[in-house]
């Protein structure tokens, strides 16, 4: 890792399966929208010789980003796969989006991968997001390493970046995170910039110089020989604190001189375990150059510093029936298990999965068992059911270049399963198992929606279908209490997004409307009502008189029949009749169309006809009663209240807290869960919430998480009723 010079790429160039999970590698790029992920993987793949220029296959199409979506609007919305090969490695390069409404593209991501290159712009620096997702990255052991772009930038300082990085990523131990190699910039422009045109292996102490478009080796001057011992100094001694070998660095204090070979194959061994995290510097090739500054030495990192696959910890296995199972894990000969970490439609191929394979092989035109469970709270119904594998493929743009199998710890796309969804397990049909689905963050944004027209009503419910199956981050509800279309998002963005699939891929047009919570009613004190159906018409007629008295109970109580009558004026046949009209009235409500909850309804007395009468008459007059009773009092709206927990940084719990009380919120309590985190629980009107998950992000820069749970329905202040839209105010 530093000391190979390439100057073509020899076995490089485009991947197709692998053989053996030892030759595969799969690393996830993760990093805030903007600090050049995509352009990093396309100038990789430029490196490789995948690609005839910069970013481009050979059709012209990008490798990454390449989805008419994606070019409206200007950054990745999904996760893509670009496999490329350098020295007889597959490298399966999976470019995230960097934008917070995506993030269950980029757990995708984290779960097809072994390993991980955090992004950094050396123009903007660390954001809190790209922090919460190395702590998730460092609690599962992840190898990662960390890359800086942007070095163009006119204020760019990599020395300055690589300090910061070391602050935000280091925690306790700064001196993991340090430069493999510095960067060397030529002469300066007449405004003063100076571009970087190189790079300094610490370790080998050879200049790399790409000045030309490809990798040149030369030995550095001697002035900057003070410079480069420096930093080689402090990067040896970081090397060394991670060794296995407990003598080195004892023998190294006392002057032992290590040589490089020994230092590379400790460093080697420290990024795979996870211990040490070296930062490097990329930028993209320049118009006509083949060789991007830094790409080289990056794949040579992937290829000699992070793990196989077969040193990857497996998810859980299990049965479908919930018994554990044993496998060895990564063996192309053992039982099938694989995953599909991605689901996506193309509009001539129709869906496309992408899957990671733990273990097993799998082979085109193999029938496999589909298995979906645990993904409840995502709107997935359990599911277990055979299809038969069609055409396995990897995808370079939007090309799919055809494979005969695909082994354990590689990654392909299968076409055309019609029911596996995201999150499902793939295993042999005589063998049906079940991986545990990985953490998904919650949808807390809600948008209602209905059919622009009859045309798109009728196409609206599969489009909606095959949207939550593709994005295990989104949720479908159809709120029986207001009647409306509910996709919950993580965000505006994801929002647009979905909408606009919707009109681009599925031909469905949709209207947005206002999102109505569930609303209660309730009597605000006790109130009598007299029930009459009285009719003939010749023949058989309808009678049913009954009195009944409404007072209001405790919240929580829900609608409570009480017969009191006296002397059979209700006969005992019909009392089971008004319970059933009342309780279908206050289903229905009795002012504003919202269910009436938290009363008691005491039948006191009646009258009947011993032929007219019947149990539909009754069940009129009981409404009929309940609803004049209504009108002698007044009515209160009831609002639904949801306990809310919020996990925020110390800096910003004075905010958040006095945000949740400009909501009407009640702060229930505080905690310390960690190192500058604190969780603040909160009671909230979920009408004040409706759009938290916006404005959350916006308050903490990104740096806060929270989640919802419904409480109970409360008063609402009449104050606040009375400024409630009526579209909000009604039930439909």
Excluded at 648 to 659: C, F, I, K, R, T
Excluded at 707 to 730: G, I, S, T
Aim: glycine residues 10%; contains cysteine.
């Amino acid at each position: 890792m530093g000391d190979k010079a390439h100057t073509h790429p020899g076995a490089a160039g485009r991947a197709s399966a692998a053989d053996h999970p030892t030759s595969v590698r799969n690393v996830v790029l993760v990093g805030h929208s903007g600090s050049g992920k995509t352009t990093l993987v396309e100038a990789l793949a430029l490196t490789a010789g995948a690609v005839n220029r910069a970013g481009r296959v050979e059709d012209g199409g990008c490798v990454s980003d390449y989805d008419e979506l994606e070019h409206r609007q200007q950054r990745s919305v999904q996760l893509s796969l670009v496999p490329v090969e350098w020295d007889g490695i597959k490298i399966n390069l999976l470019d995230t989006p960097g934008y917070a409404d995506f993030v269950g593209e980029l757990r995708a991501g984290l779960r097809a991968a072994d390993a991980a290159l955090f992004v950094v712009s050396a123009s903007d620096g660390v954001d809190g997001a790209t922090r919460m997702v190395w702590e998730e990255c460092a609690a599962v052991g992840m190898p990662r390493a960390i890359v800086v772009t942007h070095l163009e930038a006119a204020r760019a300082d990599f020395e300055e970046m690589t300090r910061i990085c070391a602050e935000a990523f280091g925690g306790d131990d700064p001196d993991a995170v340090l430069p493999l190699y510095l960067p060397l910039r030529g002469a300066r422009a007449p405004d003063g910039h100076a571009p970087v045109t190189g790079l300094i292996g610490l370790l080998s102490r050879k200049l790399f110089d790409y000045a030309s478009g490809e990798r040149v080796e030369s030995e550095p001057d001697g002035d900057r020989l003070p410079l480069i011992d420096e930093a080689r100094s402090l990067l040896i001694e970081g090397i060394i604190s991670e060794s296995e070998d407990e003598t080195l660095m004892e023998r190294y204090l006392g002057g032992e001189q290590v040589d490089v070979k020994t230092l590379i194959e400790d460093l080697e061994r420290a990024v795979e375990r996870g211990v040490f995290f070296p930062v490097l510097a990329a930028a993209p090739a320049a118009d006509g150059a083949r060789q991007g500054l830094g790409t080289v030495e990056l794949l040579e990192l992937v290829t000699r510093g992070f793990p196989t696959p077969l040193e990857r910890a497996a998810p859980r296995v299990t049965t479908p029936g919930g018994a554990a199972r044993e496998l060895r894990m990564c063996d192309p000969g053992e039982s099938l298990v694989a995953e599909v970490v991605k689901t996506s439609s193309d509009p001539y191929v129709g869906r496309i999965s992408m899957v990671r394979v733990f273990s097993g092989t799998l082979r085109a035109d193999q029938t496999v068992h589909v298995s979906g469970h645990g993904l409840a709270d995502r709107g997935h119904e359990d599911h277990d059911v055979d299809e038969r594998i069609g055409a396995l493929s990897t995808p370079f743009g939007k090309q799919q270049r055809p494979v005969s199998h695909v082994i354990a710890g590689d990654l392909a796309c299968v076409a055309k399963l019609t029911r596996a969804e995201t999150g499902d397990t793939l295993s042999a049909k005589e063998d049906p198992l079940l991986m545990t689905p990985w953490r998904m963050p919650d949808p807390l944004l809600p948008l209602a929606i209905q059919a622009h027209s009859k045309p798109d009503e009728d196409k609206l419910s599969q489009g909606l279908a095959r949207l939550v199956a593709e994005d295990p981050t989104m949720r479908l509800e159809h709120n029986q209490d207001t009647h409306q279309v509910v996709l919950w998002c993580l965000g505006e963005a994801h929002a647009d997004v979905a909408l606009e699939r919707l009109r681009g891929r599925y031909g469905v047009q949709v209207d947005v409307v206002p999102h109505r919570v569930s609303l209660r009613e309730t009597f605000g004190g006790p109130a009598a009502g007299r029930g009459r159906h009285v009719k003939q018409s010749g023949g058989h007629g309808q009678y049913a008189i009954c009195e009944i008295e409404v007072e209001p109970l405790p919240n929580g109580s829900g609608v409570e029949f009480v017969e009191k009558v006296v002397g059979g004026a209700v006969p005992r046949q019909f009392i089971p009749s008004v319970e059933k009209g009342v309780r279908a009235q206050a289903a229905r409500g009795v002012a504003a169309g919202h269910p009436l909850i938290d009363v008691r309804v005491t039948l006191l007395d009646g009258k009947a006809h011993s032929v007219d009468s019947s149990d539909a008459a009754f069940q009129t007059a009981g409404a009929l009663a309940l609803r004049e009773a209504a009108a002698q009092t007044r009515i209160h709206l009831l609002e639904p209240v949801a306990e809310v927990s919020v996990l925020v940084g110390d800096d910003y719990v004075g905010a958040v807290m006095s945000d949740l009380s400009g909501r009407r919120g009640k702060v229930l309590g505080t905690e310390q869960t960690g190192a500058g985190r604190t969780l603040i629980r909160a009671e909230v009107p979920e009408i004040e919430i409706g759009r938290y998950a916006v404005d959350l992000r916006s308050l903490t820069h990104g740096t806060a998480r929270f989640d919802r749970r419904y409480a109970r329905h409360e008063p609402m202040p009449q104050q606040v009723a009375d400024r409630l839209p009526e579209d909000l105010r009604a039930a439909s």
